[in-house]
């Protein structure tokens, strides 16, 4: 049986102290640093079928061809109403602010399965670089809306 024994003063006592809260604080800070499972990742969206095969999956039923194609130059920096338009997006999990200054594609879709409206619905689809970066279901007139084409819980 082998005994070590060993005398402290209190200053090495007082030090042992400060070094072990020093790795705890270490330890707990390097635990919070974990990264979070990834998100996934957005599809590639190149073919009107894999569109219609995305909005299908976020519950929309849409006509098999667009209403509208629309291709644009999103502006360097992003001003209203791209800067209104972008906070619903990020409530959605997209996200404009990496598209700025390059080429994006609207394709907006007929919506047939909107609960009591069965026309004048729309789905707007923003693709950059063959990945939706923007959405949103829309009715234009009286009663009109814009809400987001993901369905969220707030």
């Known amino acids: 049986m082998l005994i070590w024994t060993a005398k402290f003063s209190r200053k090495k ?3 042992a102290v400060i070094v072990m809260g020093i790795v705890m604080v270490a330890l707990i800070f390097l635990v919070g640093q974990v990264p ?15 569109r219609v095969a995305y909005l299908q999956s976020l519950g929309w039923m849409v006509e098999t061809e667009p209403i509208e194609t629309l291709q644009f130059l ?18 959605q999990g997209f996200d404009l602010n990496g598209c700025c200054g390059k080429q994006v594609a609207r394709y907006t879709y007929g ?3 909107y609960p009591e409206q ?11 670089e063959d990945i939706p970066v923007a959405g949103d279901i829309c009715s234009s007139g009286i009663n009109g809306f814009q809400l987001p084409l993901i369905h969220t819980e707030e």
Do not use: M
């Open 13 to 15: 006592a007082v030090a």
């Open 36 to 50: 979070e499972e990834p998100e996934t990742p957005l599809p590639k969206l190149t073919t009107n079928e894999e």
């Open 74 to 91: 999103l502006p360097a920096k992003l001003e209203e109403p791209y800067h209104s338009y972008n906070e619903l997006q990020l409530k």
């Open 111 to 113: 919506v047939t399965n």
């Open 118 to 128: 069965a026309e004048g619905v729309q789905a707007n689809l923003y693709i950059c």
